[in-house]
């Protein structure tokens, strides 16, 4: 069975965005971004929620054509536009994109549907708000969380009115030059 994997930034003190959703504390680098791509490469379904894929689809389909692009923005611009794309949306139901699947209800059946077929671990990336839905149905496998050395004492918490405790299993952490932590996940669902 595939799993799906959450892929996010996150504060030191568990925000993934600030109070108005801004990201500019985020911080990257080439190392961070090599090691990302590797793994993101692996991928071949990617699961958005709605404001995430909108963000994701005004970038990323022509990156890699502009003059100034970077290794990491040819790279990532050639594998999303080749990914299978997942969104979890009420708005844009009945709305039909090339290579790209709108959920709009039965989440947690159609979701399960997705895991069940042939291909690697579904990369969740981002969407905070498709991350509690997804948290609350019990549909997350794992958490590739990109600690950021920041504390932004307000902002979107990545977890939000947990019911159950989830318990996890470390499997790898890295540390990179600029500063970021990542702690690798998966969760224990026994």
């Known amino acids: 069975m595939r799993k799906i994997i959450s892929f996010m930034h996150i504060s030191l003190d568990g925000f993934v965005a600030g109070p108005n959703g801004e990201m500019d504390w985020i911080k990257f680098d080439e190392e961070l971004f090599d090691?990302?791509?590797?793994?993101?490469?692996?991928?071949?379904?990617?699961?958005?929620?709605?404001?995430?894929?909108?963000?994701?689809?005004?970038?990323?389909?022509?990156?890699?054509?502009?003059?100034?692009?970077?290794?990491?923005?040819?790279?990532?611009?050639?594998?999303?536009?080749?990914?299978?794309?997942?969104?979890?949306?009420?708005?844009?139901?009945?709305?039909?994109?090339?290579?790209?699947?709108?959920?709009?209800?039965?989440?947690?059946?159609?979701?399960?549907?997705?895991?069940?077929?042939?291909?690697?671990?579904?990369?969740?990336?981002?969407?905070?708000?498709?991350?509690?839905?997804?948290?609350?149905?019990?549909?997350?496998?794992?958490?590739?969380?990109f600690v950021n050395p920041i504390i932004l004492g307000k902002g979107i918490p990545l977890f939000v009115d947990i019911k159950d405790k989830i318990k996890l299993n470390l499997l790898t952490t890295q540390q990179f030059a600029c500063g970021v932590t990542e702690l690798n996940y998966t969760v224990d669902k026994q």
Do not use: C
Not at 60 to 80: F, L, M, Q, R, V
Not at 111 to 131: C, R
């Open 35 to 145: 090691h990302v791509g590797k793994r993101i490469g692996e991928g071949d379904t990617a699961l958005y929620g709605r404001v995430t894929y909108q963000m994701m689809e005004n970038y990323w389909p022509t990156a890699g054509d502009n003059p100034d692009a970077t290794k990491h923005d040819i790279e990532h611009s050639k594998w999303y536009s080749t990914v299978h794309k997942v969104v979890l949306s009420k708005t844009m139901k009945g709305v039909v994109l090339t290579n790209t699947k709108i959920i709009s209800d039965e989440v947690s059946d159609k979701i399960n549907e997705i895991k069940q077929q042939a291909g690697n671990d579904i990369l969740l990336f981002g969407s905070p708000t498709a991350t509690h839905s997804l948290i609350q149905l019990n549909l997350i496998d794992g958490y590739w969380l």
